[in-house]
C-alpha cells in the first residue's frame, strides 16, 4: 500500500529524520493504518510563514508492506528518448527560448528533425553583451536579457514554478531541468528555483544534447519574414526568411512546419503579423509598474515574524494581490535576495525585471509590482495610431513602448528613474536614493510625474493596501525603479484550441510566452512541447 501524507514541523527539524518517522507513524494511526514497519520517500517541501509562526510542511510517500524500488517510483529521472531521425521530416523552431527548446526535445522523441533558429548569441558571448549594458550603456538589440541561447530566463532567478496547472505535468519539466544539471531539489522544493549563476550551463547542456540526436541550431540568425505559399483557403508557411545579425546575409531556411516562439520582447514579430496576417492577431490584457526593491533583511524580518537567517529558510518570498479602481496591482517574478536588471532589448527604452543566484543571497529582495491593463485601458492616441497601422489590435504594443520610451526620458542612459517609495506616495522627488543593486545606476526621478496615471494612481492606493497585509512594505528604504512593462505579452497570435495551428496561417504553430498562450519558463516550456506533439501529429 502506498499513502501520501504530510506532516508539520519547525524549521529547525527539517533533518530530524527520527522525528519525521513518529509524526508519519501518528499520522498512519489517525487514518486508522496498521503498520509495524514502512519505508517513506520524501517527496514535497513548503514554506508556511502565515499566523505568525513558522513552519515546514513536508510531503512523505509511505510504502506499507512494499519497496520503493519496486514500485518504481523512488526518484524518477527524465531520459532523452529520441527516434532515428527521418531525413523528410524537418520543423523550423524560431527562438531558443523553454519553448524552443522543449519543443526541440520533443520533436526529435517523433524523428523530426529541429533546426532551431535564434537572432541571439550563445550563453558564453551573450553574458560579455549583457555585462556591457552596465559598463557602457550599450544595448545589442539582438542579444541582451531577453534575447539569445535560452531565452529570456537564462539570466533570471529561474523560478520553475506555474499557477496553471492546466497545461500538463510540471514535474516532468523539473526532471528534464535536473537531468541538465539543475539541482535535484527542484524536485522537491514547493517552489524551485535554478538560480542564474546555473542557469546558462544548464542550457548549454540542452543545446548540446539536441545537437548530440540531431538538430541544429543558427544563432546570430533573426528572423524577418515567413515564406508562405498559396494554400487551399489560407497562406500555408513553407519556411522562414533570415538576415544575420553579423553579416547582413539574408537567408532562407524550409520546413514541414514552423513553430514561432519568439517571447513576447520580439516587437517586429508582431509588426510582422499585422503585414501578412493581421487578423491572427488579438489584442489582450497585460500590465506595467515598476520593480519594488528593500533591503532583504526586511523582507525576512516582515515574512519570518522578525527572524531573519537564523530562522534558516533562506531569503523570504512574498506573494501580493490586491483590487484598485477595477483593476489587478500585484507582485511578479518575486526575487528573494536578488538583483534588479536591466532587461532592455533596444537603446531607447528602460526595461526592468529580476534575478538571482542559486543562493539567494544578495542584500536585497525585489520585485515588479504591476498594474493591469485591458485593451479599453489602452490612451485613445495608441489605439488611434494602431488603427491607421490597419491593425488596432497593436494599440497595446505601442503604449508598453511608450512607458519604456518614457522611463528611458527620465533615465540617463541605462540608468533608471527610481524613487523612495515613501516620496512616491507623498508626492515629492527623492533628495537622495539608497544603494541599489541595479548595476547600470539610477536617477532620481517624481515617478507620478510621468508614469500614466492609469498606473501610478493605481500604484499609490496598491502600496497601501498591500502594507495593510505585509507591514513594513511601504518604508524609506523600499526603493521604485520603473519601469516593469514585461510581464505578458499586450498581443495574442491566435491558434486553434485543439492543433494549436495559427488560425489564419496553415503550418505556422505560435507557441510560448510570445504566443499569449503562457507566461513563465515552465509553461512556456510545456506549450512549446504541446505545440510540437501536435505538429508531429500532423505531420504522421
Ligand atoms: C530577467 C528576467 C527574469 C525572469 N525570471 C523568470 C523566473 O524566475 N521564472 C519564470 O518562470 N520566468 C521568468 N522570466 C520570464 C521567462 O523568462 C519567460 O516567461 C520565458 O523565457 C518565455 O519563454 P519563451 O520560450 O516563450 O520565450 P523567450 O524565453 O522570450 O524566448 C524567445 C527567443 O526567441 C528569440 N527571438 C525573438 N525574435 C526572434 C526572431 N525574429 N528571430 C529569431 N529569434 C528570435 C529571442 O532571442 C529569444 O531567445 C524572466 C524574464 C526575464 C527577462
Keep these: 500500500m502506498i499513502k501520501e501524507l504530510t506532516i508539520t514541523v519547525k524549521p529547525e527539524d527539517e533533518k530530524n529524520t527520527g522525528l519525521h518517522k513518529n509524526l508519519i507513524k501518528k499520522e498512519l494511526q489517525k487514518n486508522h493504518i496498521k503498520a509495524e514497519s514502512f519505508e517513506s520517500v520524501f517527496v514535497k517541501k513548503s514554506i508556511d510563514a502565515r499566523h505568525g509562526q513558522l513552519k515546514l510542511h513536508l510531503r512523505y510517500k509511505v510504502y506499507i508492506g512494499e519497496k520503493p524500488e519496486a514500485a518504481g517510483e523512488w526518484k524518477p529521472k527524465w531520459r532523452p528518448v529520441a527516434q532515428t531521425l527521418s531525413e523528410k521530416?524537418?520543423?523550423?523552431?524560431?527562438?531558443?527560448?523553454?519553448?524552443?527548446?522543449?519543443?526541440a526535445l520533443k520533436l526529435l522523441e517523433f524523428g523530426i528533425k529541429p533546426v532551431i533558429i535564434e537572432r541571439g548569441t550563445q550563453t558564453s558571448q551573450r553574458k560579455k553583451d549583457i555585462a556591457l549594458i552596465s559598463t557602457r550603456d550599450v544595448v545589442n538589440a539582438d542579444s541582451n536579457y531577453c534575447f539569445g541561447e535560452g531565452g529570456a530566463g537564462t539570466f533570471s532567478d529561474g523560478k520553475l514554478y506555474t499557477r496553471s496547472n492546466k497545461r500538463g505535468d510540471i514535474s516532468s519539466v523539473l526532471r528534464v531541468f535536473n537531468y541538465f544539471g539543475a539541482d535535484e531539489k527542484i524536485l522537491t522544493d514547493a517552489?524551485?528555483?535554478?538560480?542564474?549563476?546555473?542557469?546558462?550551463?544548464?542550457?548549454?547542456?540542452?543545446r548540446n544534447k539536441i545537437i548530440e540526436l540531431g538538430g541544429e541550431f543558427y544563432f546570430n540568425e533573426r528572423v524577418t519574414s515567413l515564406i508562405t505559399e498559396a494554400g487551399d483557403k489560407k497562406l500555408k508557411v513553407k519556411g522562414v526568411e533570415t538576415q544575420s545579425v553579423l553579416t547582413g546575409e539574408k537567408r532562407a531556411f524550409y520546413g514541414d512546419a514552423v513553430l514561432?516562439?519568439?517571447?513576447h520582447s520580439a516587437s517586429d514579430i508582431y509588426e510582422m503579423f499585422a503585414k501578412i496576417a493581421p487578423a491572427a492577431l488579438e489584442a489582450k490584457t497585460f500590465a506595467a509598474g515598476v520593480r519594488v526593491e528593500h533591503p532583504r533583511t526586511l523582507i525576512d524580518s516582515i515574512q519570518y515574524h522578525g527572524r531573519g537567517s537564523d530562522a534558516g529558510l533562506g531569503a523570504a518570498e512574498y506573494r501580493v494581490t490586491t483590487q484598485v479602481d477595477g483593476r489587478g496591482v500585484y507582485s511578479f517574478c518575486m526575487c528573494p535576495g536578488g538583483f534588479v536588471v536591466p532587461s532592455s532589448s533596444g537603446p531607447d527604452e528602460i526595461v526592468v525585471n529580476g534575478m538571482s543566484a542559486a543562493a539567494r543571497n544578495s542584500k536585497w529582495s525585489n520585485a515588479a509590482i504591476v498594474v493591469e491593463i485591458r485593451p479599453e485601458d489602452v490612451p485613445q492616441k495608441h489605439q488611434a495610431a494602431a488603427a491607421s497601422l490597419g491593425c488596432p489590435q497593436l494599440a497595446g504594443l505601442l503604449f508598453r513602448r511608450e512607458i519604456e520610451q518614457l522611463a528611458f526620458a527620465n533615465g540617463k542612459g541605462q540608468a533608471a528613474p527610481a524613487q523612495r517609495l515613501t516620496d512616491f506616495l507623498a508626492g515629492r522627488k527623492s533628495t537622495e536614493l539608497p544603494a541599489t543593486s541595479y548595476t547600470p545606476g539610477i536617477v532620481s526621478s517624481e515617478l507620478g510625474s510621468w508614469l500614466p496615471p492609469h498606473i501610478s494612481d493605481r500604484l499609490k492606493k496598491g502600496f497601501e493596501q498591500i502594507d495593510h497585509n505585509m507591514h513594513g512594505f511601504i518604508s524609506p528604504d523600499a526603493l521604485m525603479i520603473a519601469a516593469e512593462t514585461r510581464t505578458s505579452t499586450p498581443v495574442r497570435i491566435l491558434r486553434d484550441k485543439e492543433t494549436f495551428e495559427c488560425t489564419e496561417l496553415k503550418g505556422l504553430y505560435p507557441a510560448g510566452e510570445g504566443s499569449g498562450y503562457s507566461g513563465g519558463i515552465v509553461s512556456s516550456a510545456m506549450d512549446g512541447e504541446n505545440a510540437c506533439v501536435q505538429i508531429a501529429n500532423s505531420l504522421s
Design 260 to 263: 514561432l516562439a519568439t517571447g
Design 89 to 103: 521530416r524537418t520543423v523550423i523552431i524560431v527562438g531558443a527560448g523553454p519553448a524552443g527548446l522543449f519543443g
Design 191 to 206: 517552489h524551485p528555483h535554478i538560480g542564474t549563476d546555473r542557469l546558462p550551463q544548464v542550457i548549454n547542456a540542452m
